[in-house]
């Protein structure tokens, strides 16, 4: 195994595994309909790993007075969104680089 030399390729392995295990746990899913999630203060890699495999990116809104983290009310809401789209959620991407 060849190892990655940016934590944007990494992200994108890691995208790729998601995805393949999202889909043979859930077969009947269409491409279009996968999401990856990463909040509004994270790395640019989820948006680089959807702009790669051709996947939407939600970048979840996160606020200073939650010290810029995610919180976990505002990822039931965007789920509670999402599957009212139709959309599947697979992946959160999280890195600060902190």
Same mark, same amino acid.
Request: proline share 3%; net charge negative.
């Given at each position: 195994m060849t190892? @990655? +030399?940016t934590a944007s390729e990494a992200?994108? #392995?890691v995208a790729v595994a998601a995805r393949s295990r999202y889909l043979r746990e859930h077969p009947d899913t269409k491409l279009e309909d996968l999401v990856i999630y990463t909040? +509004? @203060?994270t790395h640019s890699l989820g948006v680089k790993a959807g %702009? #790669? &495999?051709g996947l939407e990116v939600r970048a &979840?809104? #996160?606020r200073a007075e939650d010290e810029y +983290? %995610?919180?976990g009310e505002t990822v039931r809401v965007a789920l509670a969104e999402d599957a009212a789209r139709g959309k599947k959620p697979f992946l959160l991407g999280e890195w600060t680089g902190i």
């Amino acid at each position: 195994m060849t190892p @990655q +030399t940016t934590a944007s390729e990494a992200f994108i #392995v890691v995208a790729v595994a998601a995805r393949s295990r999202y889909l043979r746990e859930h077969p009947d899913t269409k491409l279009e309909d996968l999401v990856i999630y990463t909040s +509004t @203060q994270t790395h640019s890699l989820g948006v680089k790993a959807g %702009l #790669v &495999l051709g996947l939407e990116v939600r970048a &979840l809104e #996160v606020r200073a007075e939650d010290e810029y +983290t %995610l919180r976990g009310e505002t990822v039931r809401v965007a789920l509670a969104e999402d599957a009212a789209r139709g959309k599947k959620p697979f992946l959160l991407g999280e890195w600060t680089g902190i």
